[in-house]
Nanobody, 126 residues
Framework: QVQLVESGGGSVQPGGSLRLSCAAS????????MGWFRQAPGKEREGVAA???????SFRDSLKGRFTISQDNAKNTLYLQMNSLKPEDTAMYYC????????????????????WGQGTQVTVSS
């Protein structure tokens, strides 16, 4: 079993920054890959970025350069640094975990992740 708890969401003005955190616990092999997804009102959930235990990463192309994913394996914590935020970044952001390497599964979808957090809301507005 894996438990994931997100934090760090909030309201920010356009152009601002936020850092999301996801504290993970439970079976390490089941969370070899960790990822961030988001879901805006009325839209489907979409992948944001993922990172595996070796540091391999996968990003949504449209978010490269503004969002950075990182992890602290000693603290079992995943991060998402979001800069230059735009109103269209408004969404519920979810942390997810799965047992695969990004060298094998280069562009994972939400179906590939077995464990999910409850989400943290990010609102970007003036």
């Amino acid at each position: 079993q894996v438990q994931l708890v997100e934090s760090g969401g909030g309201s920010v003005q356009p152009g601002g920054s936020l850092r999301l955190s996801c504290a993970a616990s439970g079976d390490t092999s089941s969370r070899y890959c960790m990822g961030w997804f988001r879901q805006a009102p009325g839209k489907e959930r979409e992948g944001v970025a993922a990172i595996d235990r070796r540091g391999n990463t996968s990003f949504r192309d449209s978010l490269k350069g503004r969002f950075t994913i990182s992890q602290d394996n000693a603290k079992n914590t995943l991060y998402l640094q979001m800069n230059s935020l735009k109103p269209e970044d408004t969404a519920m952001y979810y942390c997810a975990a799965g047992p695969f390497s990004l060298l094998v599964l280069r562009h994972p979808t939400q179906a590939d992740f077995a464990y999910w957090g409850q989400g943290t809301q990010v609102t970007v507005s003036s």
